[in-house]
């Protein structure tokens, strides 16, 4: 049992501490999704109020800018990180429930910034990368499910429309 958890822990660490690595030297990119930050924490009200304004400027997805939902997908992906890293230094040996759940709350982030976008194709592969952290979030060992290459292949896109848009983000 202590294999498997060192073995969980190993793999989700390495795919999460990449993720946690990148994107950080980007002083504008980091700046501009703080701003954004509480509507991403609060998708329920704040997000479909922020992003009705600039529909009406963008009016070609009929939601909010490609720009605007990289951001608040780079939140999401920064609050997953910070999570993943407080859990990894606990001092304890993280559960794979911790992964799971911080999995969840990434899948639920990506889903509600995703809305704002309509059907444009950032707010596609929003939806898409939050389908496979939902697999992650419910897989029984989230460090194998997280190494899928799908979910790799997903989040690469994401980054690279992300980088297209003008956010530096890496998922």
Do not use: H, W, Y
Not at 81 to 108: D, N, R, Y
Not at 115 to 121: E, I, L, P, R, V
Not at 152 to 164: F, Q
């Amino acid at each position: 049992m202590n294999r498997f958890r060192l073995t969980c822990t190993v793999v989700v660490s390495a795919a999460l501490l990449a993720l946690a690595g990148c994107g950080e030297g980007d002083s504008t990119a980091a700046s501009a999704p703080s701003a954004s930050a509480p509507s991403a924490s609060a998708p329920d009200t704040s997000t479909a109020p922020s992003a009705a304004a600039p529909s009406s400027s963008t009016g070609a997805t009929g939601g909010a800018s490609d720009k605007e939902l990289c951001q608040n997908a780079k939140s999401a992906g920064d609050e997953m990180k910070g999570a993943f890293l407080t859990a990894m230094q606990s001092g304890k040996e993280p559960e794979p429930a911790v992964f799971q759940e911080i999995m969840k709350g990434l899948e639920q982030k990506m889903v509600a910034a995703a809305t704002a976008g309509g059907d444009s194709k950032v707010a596609g592969l929003m939806r898409d990368f939050a389908a496979e952290a939902g697999k992650v979030a419910v897989a029984a060992d989230p460090g194998t499910a997280a190494a899928n290459p799908t979910f790799e292949k997903v989040g690469e896109d994401l980054s690279a429309a992300c980088k297209a848009a003008g956010v530096k983000a890496t998922f």
